[in-house]
C-alpha cells in the first residue's frame, strides 16, 4: 500500500501494489495522484509544494522527477548514497501523521487482515475507508 496525504494527515490517494514490488517504482505514479483544494477559487492543485518519504523512496531518478516538477523534497539518503544537501529534520518528523494515518486505516479489520482475494475489492475497501476518515466528526 502506498498513500499520498495532505499536510495533516488526510489521506489523499492510495495505490496497490504486489508485495515483492519495491516502493520506488510506483513513485511516480503516487505522485500523480490526488488532488489538494485550493483554499479560494480555482482548480484542485495535483502538484504538492513539498514532498516527504522514508528511505524506500530516495534514488536519483525520484529526485530528479521532483525538481523537474518543483517540488521540493525531505526524503533521507540511504548510507549507500554519496549525496550531499541541506535535509530538514523538522519537516521529515512531520512524516508521523502518514504513519498514524496507516494505523488509523487499519483499526478497520478488513483492511488489517485483508480478507479480500482479489486487488480491486482490496482497494474499493481502502477507499472506503478513506472516505470515512475524511468526514467530520
Not at 514532498?51 to 525520484?62: A, F, I, L, S
Request: a positive charge.
Amino acid at each position: 500500500m502506498h498513500i499520498k496525504a495532505e499536510g495533516r494527515g488526510k489521506p489523499l490517494t492510495v495505490l496497490l501494489t504486489p508485495g515483492q514490488q519495491h516502493e520506488s517504482t510506483v513513485f511516480e505514479q503516487l505522485m500523480h495522484r490526488g488532488a489538494i483544494r485550493r483554499p479560494g477559487r480555482g482548480r484542485p492543485r495535483i502538484r504538492p509544494g513539498r514532498c516527504g518519504g522514508d528511505k524506500g523512496y530516495t534514488g536519483h531518478r525520484n529526485r530528479v522527477a521532483l525538481r523537474r516538477r518543483g517540488i521540493r523534497q525531505t526524503i533521507p539518503k540511504r548510507s549507500t548514497e554519496h549525496r550531499t544537501g541541506p535535509f530538514d529534520r523538522a519537516t521529515y518528523r512531520r512524516r508521523h501523521l502518514v504513519e498514524n494515518l496507516f494505523a488509523r486505516c487499519k483499526q478497520f479489520r478488513a483492511l488489517a487482515t485483508r480478507y479480500d482475494k482479489r486487488a480491486e475489492s482490496f482497494r474499493t475497501a481502502w477507499t472506503i475507508v478513506m472516505t470515512i476518515l475524511w468526514l467530520p466528526g
